[in-house]
C-alpha cells in the first residue's frame, strides 16, 4: 500500500504538483536542474551564517570525541617536526652522520617517552638523531649522552635524569602543545 503524497509546490516556478516521491521538491526535470545549479544563489545571508555556526558549532562537538591519545599523537608529531628543524643544521646527537646525511631523521628522546612521559614534550630531552641510532640502536643512550652533556651542559642532563614527576595530560594540554609546537616550526621555517 502506497502512501498519499499530497500536492507540494515547486521550488523554482512555485507551481502546485503532485510528487511522484516522496523527496521531489519540483515540478518537472527543468526546473530540477535550475533548482541544482541555484541552490547557492538562494541561500540568504542570514542562513549561510546559521550554517556555518552549526558547521563551527559541529566541529567543536567532535574535537570533544576526538581521544586523548591521538591529541597526543598529534601534538607529539608537532614536537618532533619542530626539533627536527631546530637542530636541521646538526648531525645525530648520538654518532658520526653529519647534518647533510641522506637518510631519514627522527627527534629521538633521551628518556624516553615510556619511561618518562612527563618530559616528552621538553626540548632538552629531544634532539635530531638519525634512524638507524633511534630504531636499531634503541637510542645509542651512552653515546647520546657523552654529546648531549657537550651541547647543554651536564647540570642541565643530571637534571632531566632526575627528574620523576608525574605528569597528567589533558586534552587542553595536548591541544595547547600542538598548537605552540606548530606556530614554532613556521617561525623557524620563516627564519630560515
Not at 523527496?23 to 541544482?36: D, E, K, R, W
Not at 591529541?71 to 637542530?87: C, G, P
Not at 651542559?153 to 595530560?169: A, C, F, P, T
Amino acid at each position: 500500500m502506497s502512501a498519499v503524497l499530497k500536492a507540494k509546490r515547486c521550488r523554482v516556478c512555485r507551481r502546485e504538483f503532485i510528487p511522484a516521491r516522496p523527496l521531489q521538491c519540483c515540478c518537472q526535470y527543468s526546473c530540477a536542474i535550475t533548482y541544482s545549479k541555484g541552490s547557492e544563489k538562494r541561500q540568504s545571508a542570514a542562513t549561510k551564517r546559521m550554517q556555518a555556526a552549526e558547521r563551527a558549532e559541529r566541529r567543536e562537538q567532535l574535537q570533544k570525541l576526538v581521544p586523548l591519545s591521538k591529541l597526543k599523537n598529534r601534538a607529539q608529531t608537532a614536537f618532533n617536526r619542530w626539533v627536527r628543524e631546530r637542530d636541521a643544521n646538526e648531525g645525530c646527537i648520538s654518532c658520526h652522520m653529519p647534518a647533510n646525511y641522506g637518510g631519514q631523521w627522527h627527534a629521538g628522546h633521551y628518556r624516553t617517552t615510556a619511561a618518562a612521559s612527563h618530559l616528552r614534550f621538553h626540548p632538552d630531552n629531544c634532539h635530531k638523531q638519525c634512524s638507524q641510532c633511534n630504531n636499531h640502536k634503541s637510542g645509542n643512550t651512552v653515546e647520546y649522552r657523552k654529546r648531549l652533556i657537550d651541547k647543554i651542559g651536564l647540570e642541565r642532563v643530571e637534571s632531566l635524569e632526575n627528574d620523576n614527576r608525574i605528569v597528567k595530560w589533558t586534552r587542553e594540554d595536548m591541544i595547547a602543545t600542538r598548537k605552540r609546537f606548530n606556530e614554532a616550526w613556521a617561525s623557524l621555517k620563516a627564519s630560515a
